[in-house]
Every structure is written in C-alpha cells, then in structure tokens.
C-alpha cells in the first residue's frame, strides 16, 4: 500500500564528531502538507534535510519517504532537493542542464510548463555562470522539480531572492501543493513560514521546540502589542494590564496581557489614541521565545 505519509522520521539523531546536530527527531509530515523549519543557526534544519536525502548516515532512528528509504526514494525520483550549498556545472547553458537533468528521470516535467513554474523564462539561453543569485536560486528550483517529485525539501530557497521573486516564488510552492506536491522547507523568514506553511515545526539545539499551525504557535502567547502616537512625556507604567512600555520615536509601544482592560483605562475621559494599531505576536516573536532568545 502507498504511505499517506511523505515522510516519517522516527528517533533521529545525527552526529559530527561531538555536535548533535539532530537530537531524537519525532516527525511525520502527510503527503500535500507545506511545511516550514525553523529555528537559529545551527538548530539541526539543514542536518535534517541532508539526511531524509539520505546525504548523511543517522547515528541512530529511521527515516522512510514516501514509505521508502531516503536512497530508494531518491533513486526513484520521488524526491527534488534545494540544498544551501547546490552548485550548477560551470561553462554550461541553462537549458543543457535541464535537458539532462530531465533526461535522467523516469517522468519529466514539460520543459514549458516547467520553465513557466520555475520562472526561468529567458533563462534557458544563458550561460550558468552569468546569473545573479536570485536566478540562480530559481534554475536550482527546475533542476529539483525536473522529475516531477512527490516531495520536494527546500534549504533556504530563497535567500538570494528579491522581495519579487520570493513572492512568485511562495506562489509556485501553492500551485505546487494545491496540485498535490508535498513541500517542506527551512527558511530564517519567519512571515514567509506564517504566510505559506500550513505546519511550522521549530527545532533548536537539534532538538524539537514546537510542531503545529502557525496560528496555534502565535495563539500560545496572550501578550498584544498596543501601539500609537504621543508626543508628551506621559508614562504608562501603571496602565492596566501593561507589562512593558517603549517609546520609538512619536510611537509608544505597550505589551498587554489584557488588552481590553489598557484600551479602556487609555480612553477613559475622553483620551485619543491616534495610529492606534492592536496586533498580536507574530510568527517571529513566537518562535525568538519559544528558542530563548526573547525573554
Ligand atoms: N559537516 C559538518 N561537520 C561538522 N559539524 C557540522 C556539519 N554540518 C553541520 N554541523 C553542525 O551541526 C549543527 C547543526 O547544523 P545545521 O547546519 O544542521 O543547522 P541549521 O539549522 O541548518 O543552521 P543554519 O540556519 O545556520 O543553516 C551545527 O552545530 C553545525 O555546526
């Protein structure tokens, strides 16, 4: 029988030397899922990638994708990789090394949908070593969809990308899942995780913190940011609710853990609040917390 699950990873550790990179790693990711990595430098994300693509020996657990192991799923093609550090060949044309990349897997992806998908449109005549990053980045994205994979795992795909190209970027990663590819990514850009990701999974010190909609994530912290325009010296300290205050410039910015009860003691006798803009934590505050690097 089919897996349902794209990938299955169970008690992993990965080990260099003395660093535990992944420290008994529990996760189970559906087929059709998007799925964001996230947490600091070092967390294990990339550690994780390397080995579900079976690139490195767990010391201990298992890994199955796609209900095989890493090397057979590989070989199979049910799996298209970006990784942090993947190369182009040098003194190539683009389009020789989609042609054989194509070539080498049982069903391709059409070139012109998939020159279309990947946004390289223009691209195909170039050489491989006159592209910027961000076109760079998006040939790299062809080269792991050429086989037209099940699942597709991402290492900071778009770290070299214009805000433009992250955005057409994200909305191929939809199409993609919307057309059933399961999609997991690492990424440091935390509001592209909360914007595309329908599960965020953080890890630290190899180790996994929290697995679970963004919005549950956020939901966790009952602090609310209020923030508006006051020019005096007022102090808010003894506002209801209030447990810090900042000022940035004309902004003054109140974290409440009753944002009711600040409103309505700000307003009381007529006070104005002008910008007045209320927002709960985002994405980014949640996870620095949840990683220790908030307090
Ligand atoms: N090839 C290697 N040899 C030795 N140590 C390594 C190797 N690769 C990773 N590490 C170590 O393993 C730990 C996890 O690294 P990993 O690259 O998996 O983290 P990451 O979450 O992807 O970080 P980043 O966000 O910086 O890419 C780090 O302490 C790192 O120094």
Redesign the pocket.
């Known amino acids: 029988m089919t897996s349902p699950l794209a990938l299955e990873i169970s008690g992993l550790s990965v080990r260099?030397?003395d660093?535990l990179?992944v420290d008994g790693l529990d996760l189970a990711i559906p087929r059709g899922a998007t799925v964001a990595l996230l947490?600091?430098?070092?967390?294990?994300?990339?550690?994780?990638v390397n080995a579900v693509l079976g690139l490195i020996r767990p010391a201990t657990g298992s890994i199955r994708v796609l209900g095989r192991s890493p090397a057979a799923a590989v070989r199979a093609g049910g799996v298209g990789a970006m990784l942090?550090h993947g190369g182009l060949p040098s003194e190539a044309r683009v389009g020789e090394v989609l042609d054989l990349a194509r070539r080498s897997f049982p069903t391709a992806w059409p070139l012109d949908d998939l020159v279309a998908t990947a946004g390289i449109d223009g691209l195909l005549g170039r050489s491989t070593d006159a592209l910027s990053g961000g076109q760079r980045q998006r040939v790299l994205l062809a080269l792991a969809l050429a086989g037209a994979p099940p699942l597709l795992l991402l290492d900071?795909p778009t770290s070299a990308m214009d805000v433009e190209g992250r955005r057409a970027f994200w909305a191929t990663m939809r199409g993609l899942a919307e057309r059933g590819h399961t999609v997991v990514f690492?990424t440091?850009h935390l509001d592209e995780a909360d914007a595309v990701a329908d599960r965020v999974v953080v890890?630290a010190g190899?180790r996994l913190l929290a697995d679970g909609p963004a919005a549950s994530l956020k939901a966790g912290f009952a602090e609310r940011t209020i923030s508006f325009t006051s020019a005096g010296e007022l102090r808010f300290d003894a506002v209801p609710g209030v447990s810090a205050t900042e000022r940035r410039g004309d902004t003054v910015v109140l974290t409440t853990a009753d944002p009711e009860a600040t409103l309505r003691a700000l307003l009381a006798d007529g006070g104005r609040l002008p910008d007045l803009e209320v927002r709960g934590a985002s994405l980014e505050e949640a996870v620095l917390t949840l990683t220790g690097a908030l307090r």
Do not use: D, I, M
């Open positions: 260099f030397g660093t990179a947490g600091p430098n070092g967390a294990g994300k990339s550690s994780t942090q900071e690492a440091h890890l190899g």
